[in-house]
């Protein structure tokens, strides 16, 4: 479907098979079904989403996800990550004005949350990016390098995201007006912008902190955040995938 104002979006679940913590996880099975399949179906949920593909380099995907119809292009297999990937299957769909990135191990993605950064993006025509970020309520994960952290201006455009603790409180008086948001990796780029920014060369930021969307920050590119109870539950490790699975049997 296209949204009110003619708009086509098209969500890519990039999926590879190599995984240092979990080789072979995409096709990890989760409720009879691989997982990366989870996330593609939950994807095309969203209301804004006008059709969704998996983009893979690796057949053993293409082969698992299609007998259950699920949508899937193959792509080069020497992309140095997720973006490449999907820009590699933007610059194929011309008829897409946005493109979603969901990430193949959200298999609980939710919907909504997908809807709510596309139209984010669609209502600031400044912004060239959308993403979403949760509430940390846990303070152990403040300084987990692993737990994105971002801030925003007033206008809830990002300034900065950080695998360090974000903002720096200096005074303790201070401390209770600190509030500390999670990156998601939930992205929806204008397809113009998403096909120039993997042209772009790595950036000084994004090589110290390891997070390609600092290279658009030092772009100069506008990055809208949006805010979300969703605090997005991958699988990185085996052990994750069994915590998904009992959330999927209780209907969530």
Not at 119 to 132: F, M, R, S, V
């Amino acid at each position: 479907m296209e949204d009110q104002c003619g708009n086509s979006v098209l969500c890519v679940v990039p999926a590879r098979l190599g995984s240092t913590r979990f080789p072979g996880k995409m096709l990890a099975p989760l409720c009879g079904r691989p997982l990366v399949l989870h996330a593609y179906e939950r994807a095309r949920k969203a209301r804004l989403v006008s059709s969704a593909l998996i983009a893979t380099d690796d057949v053993q995907i293409l082969q698992a996800v299609e007998p259950f119809g699920a949508r899937c292009e193959m792509t080069r297999a020497d992309h140095a990550s997720g973006t490449d990937r999907i820009a590699e299957v933007a610059a194929r769909h011309p008829e897409a004005d946005v493109v979603v990135n969901v990430q193949g191990d959200e298999a609980l993605i939710d919907p909504a949350v997908v809807d709510a950064v596309v139209q984010a993006l669609l209502d600031d025509p400044e912004a060239a990016i959308a993403t979403a970020a949760c509430p940390i309520r846990n303070t152990e994960r403040l300084d987990d390098p692993n737990v994105v952290k971002v801030v925003c201006d007033i206008r809830g455009r990002a300034l900065y995201f950080s695998r360090a603790r974000i903002p720096h409180v200096r005074d303790a008086v201070d401390a209770s007006g600190a509030r500390y948001l999670q990156h998601l990796g939930l992205y929806a780029y204008r397809r113009d912008r998403l096909l120039a920014f993997a042209g772009l060369p790595q950036t000084p930021l994004e090589k110290l902190e390891k997070l390609e969307q600092l290279r658009a920050l030092e772009n100069g590119w506008i990055i809208r955040v949006i805010e979300t109870d969703y605090a997005g539950i991958g699988v990185d490790v085996p052990a994750d995938l069994e915590v998904v699975q009992k959330l999927l049997e209780q209907g969530l």
